[in-house]
C-alpha cells in the first residue's frame, strides 16, 4: 500500500548507490555557463537546480522517506546497522569515539525504533491497531548516515592541498495517525487464529479420559493434557487453509495515514569536529497525508528543504497528490509535484507530472511504462511531455502492483 505502515522493523532496502557527490562538498571549478546565466556571473535557476538535485538522490519522491539522514545526504548505503537492543545501539554508535575525541565515522548508517528495543509482551495486534495515539511514539524511528568528500584548496606556495569533510546526517519520521479497518490478509490471519484456539479444546470425553489415565491432581495429569492438546493442534494446521504469512504487516491498515519526518545535514570541515568546524547545511521537513481502499490508494504531500550549496543557499517548498490503481494483473500509477523555489529570481514555479504503467505479461514477466515530464531547470522552459518517457521488461515482482 502506498501509506506507509506502522513498522516493527521500519527500513526498508536501500536503493541502488548513489554515485553523486556528498552534500557540502565545495569545489574550485567552475561549472560550465549554463542557458540563462547572467552575466554578472549569478547562478541561474537551472544551476541551482542541478547543484539541489545532485546532492539529494530521493528528494524528489513523492513520499515521506523511510530514513530521512540519507536523503538528506543524497546517498544509499548498502549495509544499515538496526540494533534491536539498547546495548546493539551502545556498540553500533562506538565508531563516534576515538580515545576522548568525538570523530565522524566513514560510511555509517543506523536506523533505530527505540520502542521496539524492548520487549512489549502484552501487546497484541488488537491493541496495537486500537491505541491510535501511541501510534506517535511506537512508530518513532531514528536514523543516522555519515559521507565523506574530498576537496583541493591552494595554499599561499601556490601548492594545492587535499581536504577531506564529513557530513552527519540526523533523521526521523513518525505516523501521526492511522486509522481504518484491517487488511483483508489481517483478517484471514485473525480467523486463522480463533480457529486454530478453538480446534485446541478438548472435548469432554477427551477430559474424561485423561483424568481416568492420570487423574486430576496427580503427576502427570498437566503433561497429558498439553500432549493432547499440541495433538490437536497439529492436526488443526494439517487440516486448515494454509496459515496467512502477512502477520508481519498486521500493523497496516486500510484508511487514513498521517506521517512526519524530518532531517539535518551537518557538515565538519576537516572532518573535526570542533565549533569553527561545524555549520549547519541542510534541513528539510515532509507532512504527507493517505487513505487506502482495497485496490486504491491515494496520498498528498508538502515538504520544505534548504540547502547551503557551492551555489548559495536554495529553499524549495513542495506539494503534490499521488494515486495508485492495483488490481490483479495490472497496477496505474500517476503523481504530480508543484515545486516553488523560494530564491529564484524569476520562474519560481515548476512541476513535475507523470503516469506509470505495469502489466503482467506471464508469470513473473511484467512490462512497464512511464510517461511524464520532469522539472523545468532552464527559466522558461515549459518542458517536454516525454522528458520521463522509460519502457523496459521486468522480472519478479511489479514496484507499484500488489505485493
Not at 539522514?69 to 551502545?90: D, H, N
Not at 501487546?123 to 495515539?133: F, S
Not at 519520521?173 to 487488511?183: A, N, Y
Not at 480457529?195 to 492420570?214: F, R, T, Y
Request: charged residues 20%; proline residues 6%; hydrophobic residues 35%.
Amino acid at each position: 500500500m502506498l501509506a506507509a505502515s506502522a513498522r516493527l522493523a521500519v527500513a526498508q532496502p536501500a536503493p541502488a548507490p548513489n554515485t553523486t557527490p556528498a552534500p557540502g562538498s565545495p569545489t574550485l571549478t567552475p561549472a560550465p555557463p549554463t542557458p540563462g546565466a547572467t552575466d554578472a556571473g549569478k547562478p541561474s535557476p537551472q544551476q541551482k537546480l542541478d547543484d539541489w538535485d545532485a546532492k539529494t538522490s530521493d528528494f524528489d519522491k513523492l513520499r515521506t522517506p523511510d530514513s530521512p539522514a540519507f536523503v538528506i545526504l543524497g546517498v544509499s548505503p548498502t549495509e544499515i546497522q538496526r540494533p534491536t537492543t539498547p546495548k546493539g545501539v551502545a556498540t553500533t554508535m562506538g565508531g563516534f569515539a576515538s580515545g576522548a575525541d568525538v570523530t565522524i565515522p566513514k560510511n555509517y548508517a543506523l536506523e533505530v525504533a527505540p520502542y521496539w528495543l524492548f520487549a512489549h509482551p502484552d501487546l497484541d495486534v488488537r491493541h496495537y491497531r486500537q491505541d491510535r495515539w501511541q501510534r506517535l511514539y511506537r512508530t518513532f524511528s531514528v536514523s543516522l548516515g555519515t559521507a565523506q568528500a574530498t576537496r583541493t584548496t591552494m595554499d599561499a606556495m601556490g601548492m594545492a592541498v587535499s581536504h577531506t569533510d564529513s557530513d552527519l546526517g540526523i533523521g526521523a519520521r513518525t505516523i501521526l495517525w492511522q486509522d481504518g479497518s484491517e487488511d483483508e490478509c489481517t483478517k484471514q490471519a485473525n480467523a486463522y487464529g480463533e480457529q486454530l484456539a478453538s480446534a485446541v479444546l478438548l472435548s469432554e470425553a477427551e477430559k474424561e479420559a485423561i483424568e481416568k489415565a492420570h487423574p486430576f491432581g496427580k503427576p502427570g495429569y498437566d503433561e497429558a493434557i498439553q500432549q493432547t492438546q499440541q495433538a490437536k493442534a497439529d492436526q488443526a494446521v494439517k487440516s486448515f487453509a494454509k496459515t496467512p504469512t502477512c502477520v508481519a504487516a498486521a500493523a497496516s491498515a486500510k484508511g487514513l495515514s498521517v506521517e512526519a519526518a524530518g532531517a539535518l545535514d551537518v557538515h565538519f570541515a576537516d572532518s573535526k569536529v570542533t565549533r569553527g568546524n561545524t555549520s549547519l547545511i541542510a534541513h528539510a521537513v515532509w507532512l504527507s497525508a493517505s487513505y487506502d481502499f482495497d485496490n486504491l490508494a491515494i496520498a498528498g504531500m508538502v515538504r520544505y528543504g534548504s540547502r547551503d550549496t557551492t551555489t548559495g543557499r536554495q529553499r524549495v517548498l513542495d506539494g503534490g497528490v499521488r494515486g495508485i490503481y492495483k488490481a490483479k494483473t495490472f497496477a496505474l500509477s500517476s503523481e504530480g509535484l508543484v515545486r516553488y523555489r523560494m530564491d529564484a529570481p524569476d520562474d519560481r514555479s515548476t512541476y513535475k507530472v507523470d503516469v506509470s504503467v505495469e502489466y503482467e505479461v506471464r508469470g513473473d514477466t511484467w512490462i512497464s511504462m512511464a510517461l511524464g515530464k520532469n522539472f523545468s531547470f532552464a527559466p522558461g522552459d515549459v518542458g517536454s511531455l516525454f522528458s520521463l518517457a522509460n519502457l523496459k521488461f521486468g522480472l519478479g515482482k511489479p514496484k507499484i502492483g500488489r505485493n
